[in-house]
T-cell receptor, first 111, second 113 residues
């Protein structure tokens, strides 16, 4: 079935370091791809999305490019801040089926 | 700003009690979902609905039940709570069109003693 694999955490970085969280997917068609973020004590919120190959989603300094050839949607940020500490979820959606989430990656940024 | 609400935010109850977790959204979304989130952060879909009078079981088997009598309301009920039900429960909703954002509520943290 459809699935999402993302790198396991936790990831600990110093402030201003570069971030990459890997995400690859397996899908029977051409899914839409998403990154959601969950801050402590809150629900998930959409960070960015891409709906077709080569699309780049971006928000709050984060970026991810839909790479059909490598079935990937890696999340990147050039300079992380302490406020970016959260759990990040990669997800895909195909047609009318529910979102399929990865297992989440916890990011801790230290000052 | 997402208009999806969950009550209570925190609940501690004893084994055997019947509980209902409330979820409401004011966005008119047809699709609604319940997830169970374990301490390792992984999300498990336990129930979803595509509209009024529609309910489906998710990927993770759950002893809970849901109902969808009104578009805006999607409560989850546990008839007899057990310690194994201790978890974070997240409700979500989204519009019907593909590719649209899914909005999440703040969650209910349930502890069963």
């Amino acid at each position: 079935g459809d699935s999402v694999t993302q790198m396991e955490g936790p990831v600990t970085l110093s402030e201003e370091a570069c971030l990459t969280i890997n995400c690859t997917y397996t899908a029977t068609g051409y899914p839409s791809l998403f990154w959601y973020v969950q801050y402590p004590g809150e629900g998930l919120q959409l960070l960015l999305k891409a709906t077709k190959a080569d699309d780049k989603g971006s928000n709050k300094g984060f970026e991810a490019t839909y790479r059909k050839e490598t079935t990937s949607f890696h999340l990147e940020k050039g300079s992380v801040q302490v406020s970016d500490s959260a759990v990040y979820f990669c997800a895909l959606k195909l047609g009318n089926t529910p979102l399929v989430f990865g297992k989440g990656t916890r990011l801790s940024v230290i000052a | 700003e997402a208009d999806i609400y969950q009550t209570p935010r925190y609940l501690v109850i004893g084994t055997g009690k019947k509980i209902t977790l409330e979820c409401s959204q004011t966005m008119g979304h047809d699709k609604m979902y319940w997830y169970q989130q374990d301490p390792g952060m992984e999300l498990h879909l336990i129930h979803y609905s595509y509209g009024v009078n529609s309910t489906e079981k998710g990927d993770l088997s759950s002893e809970s039940t849901v109902s969808r009598i009104r578009t805006e309301h999607f409560p989850l009920t546990l008839e007899s709570a057990r310690p194994s039900h201790t978890s974070q429960y997240l409700c979500a909703s989204r519009p019907a069109a593909p590719g649209n954002e899914q909005f999440f509520g703040p969650g209910t943290r349930l502890t069963v003693l």
